[in-house]
Every structure is written in C-alpha cells, then in structure tokens.
C-alpha cells in the first residue's frame, strides 16, 4: 500500500486537476472518478449556486457520477461542468441513455467576483474552457493546495481562502479524505490570531502545528455584510456505500465545516458538500460505516484548515492578505 499524501488522491481511482487563471482571481478544480462512483451530497448554505446537484438526492434515479467540479465565478462559473463533459465525451463516458453517453457532472461555484481580480472577459465566460483544462490536467497523486485551482480567488473574513485536502484511514482500512474549496463568510482563524479552529484535529503539522490560544475570542467576523460567499467541497471514501450513506456522509462532512468555521452556513453561504464511494472496499460491521462518518467531519476540518494555511496572496492592489503574510509557522 502506497504512503498516503494526506491527500484526497489517497483514494484510489479518484484524480484532481486545477486550471488558475490569476489575473483573472479565478480557477476551476475537476475531481474526476476512473469509474462511475456511488454519489449524493448536501447544501447547508443559505446562497448556493449548482448544475445537476437535485440528481444527487437518495431518491433520484440516477446513482452514480463520472466527476465533480468546484469552481470560481458564481453562476457564471458554471459553464465549468460543460468543459468537464467535454473531456469525458471524448473518452467515452457517460451515462447510457440509448445510443447515447451523458458524463453525470454535478457542479458547486463559489462567489469569488469582488477579489479584485480582472473580471472583464466579454461576451462569453472562460470557464467552459478552465473546465476542460482542468479535467486535461487531472491526475493521480500530488497536486497544489492553497491559491490553485477553485480556491483561486477564494477568501474569508480574516486571511486568504484556498484549496485544502486532507484524509485518514479507519481502524478497518477503509479511507476517507476531503478536498475543500474554503471561501467562508466568516473565519477559520480565532480572533487575530494564528490559530485555526480546527487546531483540535490537526495531524502532523499539517497547518502549523500552534494548537489553540489560550483565551478564545468568540465574537463574529464576516468579510463582508453584502458578499455572498460558500465554502465548497467534496468528501470521498473507498468503501462500498449506498446513495442514502454517501448522502449521511456529506452531511457529517458539514460537521467539519462548522468545526473549521465560525460561523458557518450563514443565509449569504451556499456551502455545499459533494460525497461519493468508489466501492473498492465493503463494510464489515454497522461500526465501520459510524467511523467513515467520524472521520469525514474530522478530514473536513482540516482540509479548510491547510486551505487557507497554504494559500498565497492574489496579485493585484488591495487584495487580501495570506496567513503567511503576517504569521510564521514554528513547523516550517
């Protein structure tokens, strides 16, 4: 068995590909499966903004996707899932429906419009195109956290946003790991702080290692009274669940979010949690399953946590500042 990366490519079948425009403020990540895996997932924000995200109900008919995106752009990000399906057409996937393949491309965007970066594309938006380049560039193993990606131009009320992943094993060997998109309302910081709410669950020191402070300022910070938001994600398992498990799955995942993030799920929010199960590895007992749960909220936590950890600032005048801008991490 290969080490783990602490990585949402710890599963096996499962690929990432991020396309970063930064001028633009902006990017798309692709999380693509090599076979259709059993999916659902949850919206616990209250300003959500998705394609194809009804099917994923436990009582729709469709089972399973071919990939997932996360992207940038608000609504407009949503041409994202077309470019995606590009891609999976042209190697044959999809759905049958007759003589026809559909790629099955559920989609969330987060709002990343007043970043600063340049938003002037004309007619026709760029992400159909970030898409495709994004399921091009999807591949096993390593892949960047932090200003990448759909956390491109991702943001919180206190540092820059960003990609994080992070992922854990059960006592059975199942494996479970996330990949978050953190672009919060409000903050995966305490006070002014250094430390992350989801000090707790840190592994290693993957975010720094600071623990948490010894006084707690609790009051609420929100980047912005008039700014839409969302944290997005997804939370992956090798196991072989059903939809109406993968559904409880992406709902303990929100437990996680609300862990890394105070407050989370403000009516401004749509964050917005994808799950899938590839099968790889069956259930034993009803306590592995109850495991997979817990360490989905846990691999959530610290996946917002590395995000904004490992994030770098935009390039351009007045944008916000990274948690490496003011802080130095004793783990580095």
């Keep these: 068995m290969a080490e783990p990366l602490n990585l949402l490519t710890d599963i096996e079948g499962v690929a990432v590909g991020h396309a970063t425009d930064l001028a633009l403020g902006s990017g798309v990540t692709a999380i693509v499966f090599d076979e259709p895996a059993i999916a659902s997932g949850s919206v616990l924000g209250g300003a959500p903004g998705g394609r194809d995200t009804a099917l994923l109900d436990p009582s729709m008919t469709v089972q399973t996707v071919d990939a997932f995106v996360l992207s940038g752009g608000s609504a407009f990000g949503l041409d994202a899932a077309g470019g995606v399906q590009s891609g999976l057409r042209e190697i044959g996937r999809g759905f049958q429906v007759g003589s026809v393949r559909v790629p099955i491309v559920p989609q969330a965007i987060l709002m990343d419009l007043l970043n600063g970066g340049n938003k002037d594309w ?178 959530t936590a610290r996946a917002v946590a590395r995000g904004v950890y490992e994030a770098t600032a935009l390039p351009n005048a007045n944008a916000q500042i990274a948690w490496r801008d003011k802080f130095t991490s004793p783990a580095k």
Excluded at 233 to 257: E, P, Y
């Design 122 to 299: 004309g007619l026709h938006s760029p992400y159909r195109e970030m898409g495709y380049e994004a399921f091009r560039a999807a591949a096993k193993g390593p892949f960047a956290l932090g200003t990448i990606g759909s956390g491109t131009g991702a943001t919180t009320a206190t540092f820059k946003g960003g990609i994080g992943s992070a992922s854990a094993r059960t006592s059975t060997g199942h494996t479970v790991a996330a990949l978050i998109a953190a672009n919060a309302l409000g903050s995966a910081t305490i006070g002014e702080g250094p430390h992350f709410w989801a000090a707790p669950f840190e592994e290693d020191t993957e975010f720094g290692r600071l623990g948490l402070p010894t006084a707690f300022d609790n009051r609420m910070r929100l980047k912005g009274r008039n700014v839409t938001s969302t944290t997005i994600g997804v939370i992956v398992t090798d196991a072989v669940l059903t939809k109406a498990q993968a559904h409880r799955l992406s709902i303990l995942a929100h437990d996680g979010l609300a862990r890394a993030i105070l407050p989370a799920h403000l009516p401004f929010d749509g964050d917005t949690i994808f799950s899938a199960a590839t099968g790889a590895k069956p259930l034993s007992e009803p306590s592995d399953f109850m495991e997979i749960c817990h360490l989905a909220t846990l691999v």
